[in-house]
């Protein structure tokens, strides 16, 4: 079962999800020298300095994710009888109380090309993996690099040999789940939309494909569930501002699906079941806020919904988990800290809360089992702290470690400072500050700020052996946790979006205004990096405050806000109408789109140095309108230099770095993967003027 959070965050924006990278052995004759075919600087001098850092941050980074390629993750599926476990597009098994059984292949992503041309490094990631109710069959998505869609994988799973192949390929496959040994439901992705949901039937006699739903609302994204106890399938229509969910019992998966409440704007709704009762997470507590409430399977209207629970104003909510007699909440509490509560399911007035470790800063939970109802198991971790393994039991409200690498093995003189920065209208916005240094002594060190706010999404904290470099490397690194994001709830969220997006804005002047008031580096030691719907708000920091900065990393950025919501013809343009706005039939939020966006408030006067990376094939962000972006973002700086009244102010470099395919979330194979990241490291390195490192010179790239 996928959570209930999480459905409700991949509705909310399909393009906020990082994919795991799979290690390739990608040829370095696709982007020789330094990993890119890109000139960065114009002197000959600075452009072979920038290329031998390039390397050298290359080097470390292979040995970083080295480092910590045995941290536990989420690949491993528990089934009733089997483990299975994906590594390198291959799905294996083996039995779970035999160590030393030998593993067993079940599923190869390298089956899709048979018959195709092969070509090295091509391989396909594994995306989702289901198991069907009784382990007959296995279904897994597979998605090609450079490509948006994927292909659902159906094996079985009795009488595996080595000769094991698909009983069958699905094209364009986004959300599927099993309501039985026979029956499949997906969702068929077109475009970059879902909205069709069909039922397939494995029968003796063939294969039957059934159209279940298709969504008529161009602004609503379908996805499939299944309930944690299994019982019940769950069609979830999502528009950014409200939701809409039907059940099919996974014992009649025939009948047509039922709908428990419709749609209605503002009111958004998730479902999980247990005995024959419906539990809905839903945004009808106080300030239209989540809370828990309960209805009857037979009767799951609005009318009969009873509240049980309602956390505290400003707390988010991260996680809900139903298990066999508690349903458990993850929270961030106002301050940061990650708190787990446990609600009763026989007396909801019972409420047991669990604090968990400071460093926490990321939350992923697990399904290790789908037997086991009485615990909850998920893993921990911050950017610079690798995954840990944790359990927890309400029953004895207990928190129990797992066996990991690092567990309990913080980096050395890492500390996690917490912070607030008041912003503009008086409103404290929190700032998570990851640094090695006391607080006193940070006034030299570099600083790399963090930011997305936007689609109640929170800012991503997950552990990054990249983050890890910079932070034994001397780096402060700040997450600047800015309204329009989901850090403190639902309003959290409705402040930053639609009229409210400048307030983000503010929110992230104020952040580094306050990191820099508290001795936490200076603006020219300040670097600042976002991607995708974060770049509006960098985009538009550096048009009204660029003084604060001195260098930027972008990655497949949305910079030209106005244009692309002006364009319905474009694959998203609908469905992110209320977060933007809509400025064909609103004055209004043309208006307010114009005041803000990037590309439209470009003046000439000195802006930071900017690396942007951009994707040919990116369909979520036409590549035209950075490329807009970049040549009027150029004739500024040219404008402001040629009148030569500023001559102290370092020089401001504008680098577009266009790379090949559509994705639009960075390579997933691990060599391009890594050069990007070296380049933009070394990018950063060259602008804030930092040391050359120590052994840079001693050894060849």
């Given amino acids: 079962m996928t959570s209930i959070t999480r459905t409700l965050s991949c509705a909310l924006i399909r393009s906020a999800c990082w994919l795991n990278v799979q290690p390739t052995n990608v040829a370095a004759r696709f982007y020789p020298a330094c990993c890119h075919g890109v000139q960065f600087y114009s ?51 083996c039995l779970p109380e035999t160590a030393e059984s030998e593993p067993e292949q079940v599923l190869n992503a390298g089956w899709l090309k048979a018959g195709e041309e092969e070509k090295e490094g091509e391989e396909g990631s594994v995306q989702r993996v289901r198991l069907s109710p009784g382990e007959l069959l296995l279904a897994a998505t597979v998605k090609s690099p450079h490509q948006e869609e994927a292909r659902c994988i159906v094996v079985q799973l009795t009488d595996v040999t080595s000769s094991q192949r698909p009983l069958l390929v699905l094209n364009n496959v986004f959300s599927f789940e099993w309501a039985s040994d026979d029956t499949l439901f997906y969702t068929k992705q077109e475009g970059l939309k879902c909205q069709s949901v069909y039922r397939l039937d494995l029968t003796e006699s063939g294969v039957c494909d059934t159209l279940v739903y298709e969504e008529p609302d161009p602004e609503f994204f379908v996805e499939v569930g299944r309930s944690g106890d299994g019982q019940v399938l769950t069609l979830n229509s999502t528009s950014k501002s409200s939701t809409e969910v039907r059940t099919i019992c996974s014992s009649a998966p025939d009948h047509a699906p039922a709908l428990v409440q419709p749609r209605q704007p503002g009111l958004v709704y998730y479902t999980e079941h247990a005995r024959g009762q419906l539990y809905i997470l839903a945004n009808t507590g106080p300030g239209q806020e989540y809370q828990l409430l309960k209805a009857p399977l037979s009767a799951p209207s609005m009318q009969s919904w009873v509240p049980l629970y309602t956390p505290l104003p400003g707390w988010g909510v991260k996680d809900m988990e139903l298990l066999q007699d508690h349903c458990v909440f993850t929270l961030r509490h106002p301050n940061g800290h990650l708190i787990l509560q446990s609600v009763s399911l026989k007396d909801p007035t019972c409420v047991s809360s669990k604090g968990l470790p400071w460093w926490a800063c990321a939350f992923e939970s697990q399904r290790v089992s789908q037997t086991d109802r009485q615990s909850f198991h998920f893993l921990l971790s911050s950017p610079v702290w690798p995954p840990s393994a944790y359990a927890y039991s309400p029953h004895s409200n207990q928190l129990l470690t797992q066996q990991g690498p690092h567990l309990g093995r913080p980096p050395q003189h890492c500390h996690t400072t917490r912070l607030e920065a008041p912003s503009k209208d008086g409103t404290m916005v929190p700032i998570t500050l990851l640094h090695r240094l006391p607080l006193a002594d940070l006034r030299s060190a570099p600083v790399l700020v963090h930011v997305y ?28 946790h800015v309204r329009g994001g989901g850090e403190r709830g639902l309003g959290w969220h409705r402040l930053g979006r639609l009229e409210g997006k400048q307030r983000g804005v503010e929110d992230l002047a104020a952040c580094i205004q306050r990191l820099h008031d508290l001795g936490v580096s200076t603006p020219n030691r300040t670097a600042l990096t976002a991607r995708s719907a974060g770049a ?26 106005l244009a692309t919501m002006q ?54 962000v036409p590549v035209s309108g950075v490329e807009k972006y970049v040549a009027k973002l ?23 770095d266009l790379q090949p395919g559509g994705d639009h979330f960075g390579p997933e194979a691990f060599e391009l993967s890594l050069c990007e990241s070296a380049r933009q490291m070394a990018f950063m ?17």
């Avoid at 080097?59 to 009888?81: C, I, K, N």
């Avoid at 089997?82 to 294996?92: C, M, R, T, V």
């Avoid at 800012?459 to 600047?480: I, N």
Wanted: proline share 8%; charged share 25%; glycine share 8%.
């Fill in 43 to 93: 002197n000959p001098r600075q452009e072979q300095r920038y290329r031998s850092l390039a390397q050298w941050y290359k080097r470390r980074l292979r040995a970083a994710h080295h480092r910590f390629s045995d941290v536990p993750d989420s690949a491993v599926v528990q089934g009733r009888f089997h483990s299975y476990i994906e590594d390198g597009g291959i799905i294996y098994r």
């Fill in 453 to 480: 706010g936007a689609y109640g999404l929170e800012l991503s904290m997950a552990f990054s052996p990249d983050r890890r470099l910079l932070l034994e490397r001397g780096w402060a690194l700040a997450y600047c």
């Fill in 536 to 561: 509006v708000l960098v985009g538009a920091l550096c048009n009204q405050q660029p003084q604060l900065l001195r260098a930027v990393t972008l990655q497949a950025p949305f910079l030209d806000v």
């Fill in 567 to 620: 364009d319905p013809s474009l694959p998203l343009t609908v469905e992110e109408r209320g977060e933007w706005g809509d400025p064909l039939t609103s004055p209004q939020d043309r208006d307010n789109i114009a005041s803000y966006c990037p590309y439209c408030n470009i003046t000439p006067q000195h802006y930071p140095s900017m690396l942007i990376t951009a994707y040919r094939g990116d369909r979520r």
């Fill in 634 to 656: 150029r004739a500024a700086v040219n404008t402001h230099s040629s009148l030569g009244i500023h001559k102290a102010e370092p020089e401001t470099q504008v680098i577009l």
């Fill in 685 to 701: 390195h060259m602008e804030l003027g930092l040391e050359p490192p120590a052994s840079q010179g001693r050894r060849r790239g």
